[in-house]
């Protein structure tokens, strides 16, 4: 997937390696992303995986982290 620059201000997108830096792609995505981008990380990364990091997140908005302790509660 070709990341957005508005989602990874921070960092020339390009270089950003999905598997090395998975939680930072997981916490902007799950807080700025657009549709098109949440399906890409829910099909993309493993389940156990995101509720890892939304488990321990430090970063993601506190609406953020409970709507996704929600949706990923039975999965």
Same mark, same amino acid.
């Given at each position: 997937?070709?990341? @957005?620059?508005?989602?990874?201000?921070?960092?020339?997108?390009? @270089?950003?390696?999905? #598997? #090395?830096?998975?939680?930072?792609?997981?916490? @902007?995505?799950?807080?700025?992303?657009?549709?098109?981008?949440?399906?890409?990380?829910?099909?993309?990364?493993? #389940?156990?995986?995101?509720?890892?990091?939304?488990?321990?997140? @430090?970063?993601?908005?506190?609406?953020?982290?409970?709507?996704?302790?929600?949706?990923?509660?039975?999965?």
């Amino acid at each position: 997937m070709k990341f @957005r620059q508005a989602l990874f201000w921070d960092t020339n997108p390009d @270089r950003i390696d999905v #598997k #090395k830096n998975a939680q930072y792609i997981i916490e @902007r995505i799950l807080d700025f992303g657009n549709d098109e981008e949440v399906k890409w990380l829910y099909h993309f990364y493993d #389940k156990s995986l995101l509720k890892n990091v939304v488990a321990k997140s @430090r970063s993601l908005m506190p609406e953020t982290k409970n709507l996704w302790t929600l949706l990923l509660e039975n999965k």
